[in-house]
């Protein structure tokens, strides 16, 4: 009996990885993405809307949920004419899930984690900068910020392996004493690997 028990617990197990592996990255979506990031809050007073371009993957990791990982590159410039800084370089990284509700498929929403690196572009040396009064004297040695994101997936057309669409996404920096808040807007154009 105990024999039985372990050869049905077996197959049990089986079963069960077979399903979750039928669709778990079963499809695996690579895009290109383009858009505009608007600031929020203190942000506004500091630096310009500016326009970033991306790099995405997209996989199914469950019925209905897909895992996504987001890279995205721009570049701010301040609003106010810096001493030795013309701007600064943002690169972020994102890791989320898409929820495809069956109601209102194929619009997806979702939410995940982020990391922003953010650099000062900056001339000159930093022996001229007062690193304790002049504004963004800080970002030449590089910022990292933890945060997270809610996303707003609008799928606008599919064709064979292609498909294009629009991503929301809204982003809050864990930054103390005062929060980072960033909206995102932008046009992307995917291919399915498989």
């Not at 077996?10 to 690579?30: E, G, R, T």
């Not at 809050?41 to 991306?54: F, K, P, T």
């Amino acid at each position: 009996m105990n024999k039985f028990l372990r050869i049905v617990s077996f197959l049990c197990i089986m079963a069960i990885s077979a399903l979750a592996q039928d669709v778990s990255f079963s499809h695996v979506y690579v895009s290109v993405e383009g858009g505009e990031k608007y600031p929020f809050g203190d942000l506004v007073d500091a630096v310009d809307n500016s326009l970033y371009m991306g790099l995405g993957v997209r996989y199914t990791y469950w019925k209905d949920v897909d895992g996504i990982i987001l890279f995205q590159y721009s570049y701010f410039e301040p609003h106010y004419k810096v001493p030795h800084i013309n701007g600064v370089h943002e690169v972020s990284g994102k890791l989320g899930l898409d929820y495809r509700w069956s109601k209102i498929a194929p619009i997806a929403f979702g939410v995940g984690f982020l990391c922003n690196w953010t650099r000062a572009d900056y001339y000159g040396s930093k022996k001229d900068l007062d690193f304790n009064n002049d504004l963004g004297a800080t970002l030449t040695d590089n910022e990292t910020e933890f945060g997270w994101f809610a996303r707003l997936n609008l799928p606008i057309f599919t064709y064979g392996n292609y498909g294009a669409g629009f991503d929301v996404l809204w982003e809050q920096l864990w930054t103390l004493p005062e929060r980072s808040n960033m909206l995102t807007v932008g046009l992307y154009i995917e291919r399915r690997l498989w």
